[in-house]
Each structure stands twice: as structure tokens, then as C-alpha cells.
């Protein structure tokens, strides 16, 4: 199982920015598609942001031009810069992998708190 490592959680005030980051070691990740997803409150889970191998990204409405997933394939590395937060941004956010031909993993996921 290969291990992918998150980082950048916290809490912050409405309006402010946190940016997330996941790391492999596995020589896999330039030919993998990445992605952020996120379980609320109320155990619902979405997709937030990936990025194709190609380095296309694609978003949820509700994120929309205010986070912005990248990749950094020679540091095995993708981030998850979020911006303008909101109390409804609250979640437990895991980085996601489609590894071609393997399947997929998951983070262990970190906590997002938006409060005043």
C-alpha cells in the first residue's frame, strides 16, 4: 500500500487561507491523477479539486476561485492552496490517488476548522 502524506491543516478565522500538501515517495506520481476530497460534519463526502497528469484541474462549484490545486512532480508533491475561507470549509480533507493500472490510496487526512 503505497503511503501518501498530508500536511497544512489547522484552524483559521472566516477569510483567511491554509494550504494543504500530500507527498508520496513512490516513483508512481507523475503518472497518477491527484485529488482533494473532504468529509463534513455530517460524514458527507466530496470531491474538491484534482489535477490530471496532464495538470488540468477541475473543481467543485463551491470552491470555485477561491482554492487552487498544483502539482509538483519532481518533488512527488500536490497542494491545495485555499483561500477566503468559510465556516462551511470546515472538514477532515484527504488527498486522493488514481495510480493507472493499481488503483487507488488515501491520506490519513487533516483537520480544516473555519471559526470565529
Known amino acids: 500500500q503505497e503511503q501518501l502524506v498530508e500536511s497544512g491543516g489547522g484552524s483559521v478565522l472566516p477569510g483567511g487561507s491554509l494550504r494543504l500538501s500530500c507527498t508520496t515517495s513512490g516513483n508512481w506520481f507523475q503518472f497518477a491523477a491527484m485529488g482533494w476530497y473532504r468529509q463534513n460534519p455530517d460524514n458527507s463526502r466530496e470531491a474538491v479539486a484534482h489535477?490530471?497528469?496532464?495538470?488540468?484541474?477541475v473543481y467543485a462549484d463551491s470552491v470555485k476561485g477561491r482554492f487552487t490545486i498544483s502539482r509538483d512532480n519532481a518533488n512527488n508533491t500536490v497542494s491545495l492552496q485555499m483561500n477566503n475561507l468559510k465556516p462551511e470549509d470546515t472538514a477532515v480533507y484527504y488527498c486522493?490517488?488514481?495510480?493507472?493500472?493499481?488503483?487507488?490510496?488515501w491520506g490519513q487526512g487533516t483537520q480544516v476548522t473555519v471559526s470565529s
Open positions: 486522493h490517488a488514481v495510480r493507472p493500472a493499481y488503483g487507488d490510496y
Open positions: 489535477i490530471t497528469q496532464g495538470f488540468s484541474p
